[in-house]
T-cell receptor
């Protein structure tokens, strides 16, 4: 299965710890997007990356959150000094420019629980 | 980005056809309409995308009237496994900030 992969699927952290979420895009895809979803809500855009570049991080909180997509390896969403309000499902999507519309394909998500 | 409006929830029975309508009155000329399906504890799954008239694939059909101010996702003969949240998204080729509303919660009953 060459779909978007995310790990871990579940992550438990105590307040103040760091959370690292990983995303491997679909084969051949060079664009990665991160979204956050709170219970009973729709997904909210956080950041859009291409290899080694952050294209748009307008949805990212200004502090404690960062994202990267290195030349080699998965994309990483890092949350430093987590707080309870960071508890959510974090989804990664990837796309490949294919003309008229870049359809995004989503991974299974990482569920972060901050105790 | 055009705002979309969908019913919050719908119930149906197995074997019925389900039609979910999405309103997007401010859709722009270059905007496409995309539908996603999300099961609990899973990421959204792409269902179908269209620009005008009718699009059909192995999963669903998408009907878009001439004025494109609304679209209807049609699921033929639903089964219990079609119980999910369905999202309608609108955006042009440069859109990458998908805006997910609360979607439509479809419950299929036996």
């Amino acid at each position: 299965n060459a779909g978007v992969m995310q790990n871990p699927r579940h992550l438990v952290r105590r307040r103040g710890q760091e959370a690292r979420l990983r995303c491997s895009p679909m084969k051949g895809h060079s664009h990665v997007y991160w979204y956050r979803q709170l219970p009973e809500e729709g997904l909210k855009f956080m950041v859009y990356l291409q290899k080694e570049n952050i294209i748009d991080e307008s949805g990212m909180p200004k502090e404690r959150f960062s994202a990267e997509f290195p030349k080699e390896g998965p994309s990483i969403l890092r949350i430093q000094q987590v707080v309870r309000g960071d508890s959510a499902a974090y989804f990664c999507a990837s796309s490949h420019p294919d003309g008229n519309q870049e359809t995004q394909y989503f991974g299974p998500g990482t569920r972060l629980l901050v105790l | 980005l055009a705002k979309t409006t969908q019913p919050i929830s719908m119930d149906s029975y197995e074997g019925q056809e389900v039609n979910i309508t999405c309103s997007h009155n401010n859709i722009a000329t270059n905007d496409y309409i995309t539908w996603y399906q999300q099961f609990p504890s899973q990421g959204p799954r792409f269902i179908i995308q269209g620009y005008k008239t009718k699009v059909t694939n192995e999963v669903a059909s998408l009907f878009i009237p001439a004025d494109r101010k609304s679209s209807t996702l049609s699921l033929p003969r639903v089964s219990l496994s079609d119980t999910a949240v369905y999202y309608c998204l609108v955006g042009d080729s440069g859109t990458y900030k998908y805006i997910f509303g609360t979607g439509t919660r479809l419950k299929v009953l036996a």
